[in-house]
């Protein structure tokens, strides 16, 4: 049954839509032509009643009282026939008319010209109020059908509807007609429907229309209507009255029909002012508001200025027309009032309009007068257009317009709220003060009494959360009640749910009270409170502020309820406050235990640990680094961190930074220099760079991690060497046993052979030649067997340029297949050191073989001595495929390779090093992938050059 009530407001909603559809459609299309002549049918013939004088019979000689004979050659014997002639003419196209005067016949031809259409845009825009209208009471039955005022309402506002909806076009065609009786039959329901609506509405046990004289008196109501209503269809069947045309008569009931609207306007308006003031219900007194208000807004222009003129016999100024728009305030209101939206604001928006419209209004005025101010200034009282001073004028309306807005605003405050409104002021400036206030206590009763006094209810209480996750909001203050009396607001009940999500509880609102149990309502209202805000702080309410009724039952207003939701806000700010007074003493003390016990714990790190800020400045150092790098932590804070290591270690760090795949950059067994006071001392380290970053990942400086490594790095290759030569030397053992003996048999025969060369015979050198080699490889044999238990070497002197050229003889074959060319720059004496020659010419075959190996497709080898000080310095470069960055720091690491399986050892430069260790000397890598690789050897001189050497030998 419900379902079909709201079925039959739709159905009939989507008929009448469909209708005046096709009225706008058929008003759009249809361009009414007419000849200017009333046209009657008579005795004699169709007759000329009345002739206009701008019309084309009058151009043409038609006077009245000519009868119409034949239009176009066919005859005329009634007046549909005419208008047929009409409708089917085109704009432009002459007619032809025969008509006849005293006796005669005359032929006539006339120029038909389109009706005047002045109001059509007046008709959109009734067509628009008259959907909307319509759709708001469609709308308004569809959500409550079992409501008998929203059946009113919907009739009313069908009625509403064909009265602004429904207009003919004068084509008069079976769809007109419907379009022309529709309007007639609204023009007629609406009065009589409006007043019946002011009687019952809203419903009240003690009005006169319940009691039995005013139920058989309210049909009387629709008498008026069905007597113009039957007057109407009588003039129109009959054509025409004795003594006066049908034109008059038509005319006579539209204004008669005006007047009815305007009459049941006046006297439904009265009858709810009356019944306003009698009404006890609070809620019903909000309800009829609503339609007095609305009614004046919408309808009382429309009838002042256009209706009442009309009625009267007054043609209204075309402007007041568009009046109608406002018209659509009086269904929207009804709609608020019958479905009870937002009835405490009525004053509020009515206040509102009225600032805004007053605002309007000033603006005008202001444009207006500076207009005519500027005008008369600078154009001397010109109406010429101007439009610097027209964009001037705007300018100084924009900047006005604040300023007026605020002005009026205030105004209308202080009337509205008269000794309120010096309250509601004091209210804020409290709120904004109540941030000094720490005192919970004090607050609270401050707070609790300007409330009070402020919006004139008779009970406010303040309600306080208790500790996190606890049960819910006890009553701290209260004002009209014991704290005491108040129960405990339950954070999971209908009401306390709402308040946690931010949400204002009005008691008074029937759609608020929907969402919660009856008896949590009953029992909140029987304590005086109707109202509660939510003083949210971060993590939801803290505190929440009750508030009960007026004495006269007016509820608050939406106004109310936001200078309440700021005032909330400050009182929820100042109680966190006063909370958090305390709490941060307590965590002063917490974070001050805790920052000693963090500095403890970086203290007492075995590893040294530095923080940099992001210029490179040290700001913390601990114990442990002051023992890594050998400077005090007060010497070192304040500092740069360059001013504090040696350049490799921080080349070695800076480049693992920059390298490195993710934010941390290790690097590990790097040489450190200390910088202790007794002296530097060279250790190996593990260190870390770590991003120190803030609370929102926005980088404040590095972190430093520095592990010495030195004993166990000592260890752990003591340990290696250990096992390794443990293995060497018995694959030593097994190949030295079997190299030497075909070494003996070369060596043999080749001092056989020499025994018996002649000394001038080139290949007598090359005989000496493989007996040094099979010396050299008998010692590298002896020194495989000497692997496993290391024995100390003999050094002597030695020439380096006879080291590199043996070894380049050595391996000239090599370099010649392998498209290899050397470039030596060696300086004039030959650089001495003292050396195990044999261990030397190891250094460089190997440096020289992996040498060869990058250059596989040829390239130059070079080969550069020169003195540096007390030390000579050897170059050997070339222009191979060079060696990755991430490889240099491990390339002297045993067993360590970058060349294909089978193809090297990675033991040859771990050996170079060594033995360059051994005779005190350095070696320094330099790469570039793509462009080469230049090891730079250095070792101490022996103190002069080959000859000088030999000189103090022999001394």
Not at 66 to 81: F, H, K, P, S, T
Not at 757 to 765: C, G, K, L, N, W
Request: hydrophobic content about 45%; glycine content about 8%; some cysteine.
């Amino acid at each position: 049954m419900q379902w079909g009530r709201a079925a039959l407001a739709v159905l009939v909603t989507a008929v009448l839509l469909a209708l005046v559809g096709a009225n706008i459609a058929v008003r759009f299309a249809w361009v009414e032509i007419e000849d200017g002549i009333l046209w009657e049918a008579r005795a004699e013939g169709v007759v000329a009643a009345n002739v206009g004088g701008d019309g084309a019979g009058a151009r043409a000689g038609i006077r009245p009282g000519d009868v119409l004979v034949a239009v176009n050659g066919r005859g005329i014997d009634r007046v549909e026939q005419v208008l047929d002639a009409q409708h089917g003419s085109q704009r432009g196209r002459p007619l032809s008319y025969v008509i006849s005067r005293a006796g005669y016949e005359r032929p006539l031809r006339l120029d038909l010209q389109p009706l005047p259409d002045g109001a059509r845009l007046l008709y959109y825009a009734m067509a628009a109020v008259a959907i909307f209208a319509l759709l708001v009471g469609c709308s308004v039955r569809v959500q409550r059908p079992r409501d008998p005022a929203t059946l009113h309402f919907f009739w009313l506002t069908v009625a509403f509807f064909g009265v602004c909806g429904f207009s003919y076009s004068g084509r008069l065609d079976r769809l007109d007609w419907v379009f022309y009786w529709a309007d007639v039959v609204a023009m007629l329901a609406l009065p009589p429907l409006f007043v019946h609506f002011a009687l019952v509405f809203p419903e009240r046990q003690d009005g006169w229309a319940n009691s039995s004289r005013g139920r058989a008196a309210v049909p009387l109501l629709y008498l008026p209507a069905i007597l113009l209503g039957l007057t109407r269809a009588s003039v129109l069947a009959a054509g025409a009255l004795p003594g006066d045309s049908l034109e008059n008569w038509v005319v006579a009931l539209d204004r008669a029909e005006m007047l009815q609207l305007v009459a049941a306007l006046v006297i439904g308006q009265t009858i709810m002012t009356r019944t306003l003031g009698r009404l006890r219900s609070v809620t019903a007194r909000r309800q009829l508001r609503w339609i007095v208000w609305g009614t004046l807004a919408g309808a009382l222009p429309f009838a002042m200025f256009y209706g009442l003129p009309y009625a009267l016999g007054y043609q209204p100024w075309e402007a007041m027309g568009l009046l109608v728009v406002l018209l659509a305030l009086v269904p929207l209101a009804f709609a608020s009032a019958v479905v009870r939206y937002r009835l405490m604001d009525v004053e509020v928006i009515i206040k509102r309009t009225v600032v805004y419209a007053t605002v309007l209004a000033a603006i005008a005025t202001i444009y207006t007068l500076t207009l005519r101010l500027a005008s008369e200034m600078f154009l001397g009282g010109s109406e010429q257009h101007n439009s610097v001073i027209a964009i001037l004028a705007t300018l100084l309306v924009v900047l006005l317009a604040p300023m007026v807005k605020n002005a009026i605003q205030t105004a209308l405050d202080y009337a509205h709220y008269r000794d309120r409104y010096d309250y509601r002021r004091a209210l804020l400036a409290f709120a904004r003060d109540l941030n000094a206030d720490l005192d919970l206590d004090r607050l609270a009763e401050r707070l609790v009494q300007r409330l009070a006094d402020t919006f004139g209810v008779d009970r406010v209480t303040l309600l306080v959360a208790g500790a996190p996750g606890g049960e819910g909001f006890s009553a701290h203050r209260a004002v009209g009640a014991a704290p005491s009396e108040v129960p405990c607001l339950k954070r999971f009940s209908g009401i306390g749910t709402r308040l946690e999500s931010g949400q204002v509880v009005n008691l008074d609102d029937p759609f608020t009270v929907r969402r919660f149990a009856a008896e949590e309502v009953r029992g909140w209202r029987d304590h005086g409170l109707h109202y509660f805000v939510p003083c949210l702080a971060k993590d939801g309410p803290i505190a929440v502020i009750g508030l009960g009724s007026r004495p006269s039952g007016e509820p608050l207003s939406t106004e109310d309820l936001t200078l309440l939701n700021a005032v909330a806000a400050q009182v929820a700010t100042a109680i966190e406050n006063g909370r958090l007074y305390q709490a941060l003493r307590d965590k002063a003390e917490e974070l001050d235990r805790m920052r000693e016990f963090n500095e403890n714990v970086v203290q007492s790190l075995q590893d040294g640990l530095l923080v940099i800020d992001l210029q490179g400045t040290v700001v913390h150092w601990n114990p442990a680094m002051e023992q890594i790098a050998g400077v005090p932590a007060s010497q070192a804070v304040g500092r740069r961190v360059d001013e504090l290591f040696d350049p490799e270690f921080l080349a070695a760090v800076r480049m693992a930074e920059r390298d490195g795949s993710s934010e941390a950059a290790t690097i590990y067994r790097t040489p450190l220099v200390s910088r202790h006071a007794d002296g530097a001392r060279k250790r190996l380290v593990n260190a870390a760079m770590h991003p120190l970053r803030g609370s929102s990942s926005s980088p404040l400086g590095s972190v430093l991690m520095v592990e010495d490594i030195t004993s166990r790095v000592q260890l752990e290759e003591q340990l290696q060497i250990s096992e390794k030569m443990a293995s060497i030397g018995l694959l030593a053992a097994g190949v030295a046993h079997e190299v030497n003996t075909p070494l003996t048999g070369i060596s043999s025969f080749t001092q056989m052979l020499l025994e018996n060369a002649d000394p001038e015979d080139p290949r007598t050198r090359l005989l000496e030649k493989i007996e040094r080699q099979t010396f050299r490889a008998a010692k590298i044999v002896n020194s495989l067997l000497h692997l496993s238990r290391p024995v100390q070497s003999e050094t002597g002197p030695v020439d380096l340029h006879v080291v590199i050229n043996d070894v380049l003889s050595l391996l000239e074959h090599q370099f010649r297949t392998a498209s290899v060319q050397v470039r030596k720059d060696l300086q004039a004496d030959g650089p001495m050191v003292r050396a195990v020659e044999h261990k030397l010419q190891q250094v460089f075959l190997n440096l020289f073989l992996n040498a060869r190996d990058a250059m596989p497709k040829g390239g130059w080898l070079a080969i550069a001595t020169h003195r540096d000080g007390d030390h000579v310095v050897v170059e050997v470069s070339d222009t191979g495929a060079g060696i990755p960055a991430e490889h240099l720091a491990r390339i002297y690491d045993p067993f360590f390779s970058t060349k294909p399986i089978g193809q090297g050892t990675g033991l040859g430069l771990s050996i170079t090093y060594g033995i360059v260790q051994e005779h005190d000397g350095t070696i320094v890598c330099d790469s570039q992938v793509g462009q080469g690789t230049r090891f730079s050897l250095s070792f101490p001189r022996l103190g002069g050059t080959r000859v000088d050497a030999a000189g103090t030998g022999a001394g």
